[in-house]
């Protein structure tokens, strides 16, 4: 079986460019989280999708958006990168009504 | 925010039990203790979770008060490889589709020789 995958592993940006994470989740996954870890600090909730529909999000600003596709894999999207966006970005999956959340190896981005 | 409170670091020599304290005065009636670890460079990982009562799995056991204000987790003989950041969760799971998960900082475990 799978796990979950993210690509790409690394990734240097400038100041105020676009950026796009995917991430394929697990066989069977039907909810896809995104997390954002900055060095030192413990992850940090941006946003869920379930059945491709948003549900639930963390306190991250409109510049951070996402899609889940029909094969549950998924997308975050950041717009206007800023500085402070620099960080390791999680993407966890799991069964319907699972408690148990799969985490990705994270893409790890630079904006410089 | 985070609702638990745990210490920064702790050491354990290999083969020896190591037990991870957890505090979470405030959890309300309807939401579980959950524990993850990050292996340096990984994702995190999940190891257990409880309500009231106390859970064993193969990787370890879950000890919750009785006034679930405090917890604690016990890898009952740890490796090197157990070296890792414990993070101690407390959140309400609804059963519709997923749970969201609030990290702290985690209590970093270094084992040693």
């Known amino acids: 079986e799978t796990g979950v995958t993210q690509s790409p592993t690394h990734l240097i940006k400038t100041r105020g460019q676009q950026v796009t994470l995917r991430c394929s989740s697990q066989s069977g996954h039907n909810t896809v989280s995104w997390y954002q870890q900055a060095l030192g600090q413990g992850p940090q909730f941006i946003f869920q999708y379930y059945r491709e529909e948003e549900n639930g999000r963390g306190n991250f600003p409109p510049r951070f958006s996402g899609l889940q596709f029909p094969n549950y894999s998924s997308e975050l999207n950041v717009n206007a990168l800023e500085l402070d966006d620099s960080a390791l970005y999680l993407c966890a999956s799991s069964e319907p009504l699972a408690v148990e959340q799969f985490f990705g190896p994270g893409t790890r981005l630079t904006v410089l | 925010d985070a609702k638990t409170t745990q210490p920064p670091s702790m050491d354990c020599a290999e083969g020896r039990a190591a037990n991870l304290p957890c505090n979470h005065s405030t959890i309300s009636g309807n939401e579980y203790v959950y524990w993850y670890r990050q292996i340096h460079s990984q994702g995190p990982q999940y190891i257990i979770h409880g309500l009231k009562n106390n859970e064993t799995n193969e990787m370890a056991s879950l000890i919750i008060t009785e006034d679930r204000k405090s917890s604690t987790l016990i890898l009952p003989h740890a490796t090197l490889r157990d070296t890792a950041v414990y993070y101690c969760?407390?959140?309400?799971?609804?059963?519709?589709?997923?749970?969201?998960?609030?990290f702290g900082k985690g209590t970093k475990l270094s084992v040693i020789p």
């Open positions: 969760i407390v959140e309400f799971y609804s059963g519709a589709g997923s749970y969201q998960l609030t």
